[in-house]
């Protein structure tokens, strides 16, 4: 069983930033990705970053004013998105890629956390 659960969500204003982290848990043999994806109402779903070892890439949307590190001790993956936009308004899912002691390597999805960017 993993579990994937993330904090940092809430309203911030235009301009503002927020720090989002997840955390996973369970019977973790590795962790290979992490990443976020997000999504608005009435969109699709976005893959906002990803970083595997040490590369990350991150969608044109947030490039250059986002960062995505891991703390693989913590088994735990973080995005920094600074100069929100009202269009990064969004439900934040994180995701990873997790081999796990008795099973094969699958994908684990977070419950997602709400972001808001308004005045």
């Known amino acids: 069983q993993v579990q994937l659960v993330e904090s940092g969500g809430g309203l911030v204003q235009p301009g503002g930033s927020l720090g989002l982290a997840c955390v996973a848990s369970g019977n973790i043999f590795n962790i290979f990705a992490m990443g976020w994806y997000r999504q608005a109402p009435g969109k699709q779903r976005e893959q906002v970053a990803i970083i595997s070892d040490s590369t990350t890439n991150y969608a044109d949307s947030v490039k250059g004013r986002s960062t995505i590190s891991r703390n693989d001790a913590k088994n735990t993956v973080y995005l920094q998105v600074n100069t929100l936009k009202p269009e990064d308004t969004a439900v934040y899912y994180c995701?990873?890629?997790?081999?796990?002691?008795?099973?094969?390597?699958?994908?684990?999805w977070g419950q997602g956390t709400q972001v808001t960017v308004s005045s």
């Open positions: 995701y990873a890629d997790i081999r796990t002691i008795s099973g094969p390597t699958a994908r684990y």
